[in-house]
């Protein structure tokens, strides 16, 4: 990884992203799926944000705070709450498409995350299988 040019080169940051990805699987282990783990914060139902401004919209929030902190109990690193809310983001945790975006009401779906993915709180869904619906709302 530091002989790449495409990624950044410091070691730390090299050194906790293999460090993470083992205590991804430790986690994934130890729940069933590492994507059960997460939707514990959000108790398994998106959070639908309505902002009408992108000033309006958090970079962070108590749920990802949560995750931040619970997440450097078993060894995590180089991630705080900033980048788990862009996770919490990306995976449809929550979802801050802004009111005017073109997608916010494609995707304020079905309230409970249950009804997205049936199993998902059961374990054997895998967080590469959730679609990537949050594409950025003000590209158009």
Same mark, same amino acid.
């Given at each position: ?9 410091? !070691? ?11 205590? @991804? ?15 514990? @914060?959000?108790?398994? %139902? ?7 401004? %992108? !000033? ?43 009111? #005017? ?9 079905? *309230? *409970? ?25 003000? #590209?158009?």
């Amino acid at each position: 990884m530091l002989a790449d040019p495409g990624i950044v080169r410091n !070691r730390l940051k090299v050194r906790a992203a293999i460090n993470n990805a083992q205590e @991804f699987l430790i986690v994934q282990d130890a729940i069933g799926s590492f994507n059960s783990y997460i939707w514990r @914060f959000v108790e398994g %139902i998106p959070i639908r944000n309505q902002w009408r401004s %992108i !000033r309006e919209v958090p970079t962070r929030s108590q749920q990802s705070e949560a995750l931040s902190q619970d997440l450097k109990h078993p060894g995590f690193a180089f991630a705080g709450t900033t980048i788990y809310y862009a996770l919490m983001q990306t995976t449809g945790l929550v979802k801050d498409h802004l009111v #005017s975006c073109f997608r916010h009401s494609e995707v304020n779906g079905p *309230e *409970e995350a249950n009804e997205l993915f049936p199993n998902l709180l059961g374990g054997s869904m895998d967080v590469a299988t959730i679609p990537f619906g949050h594409r950025a709302c003000f #590209s158009r």
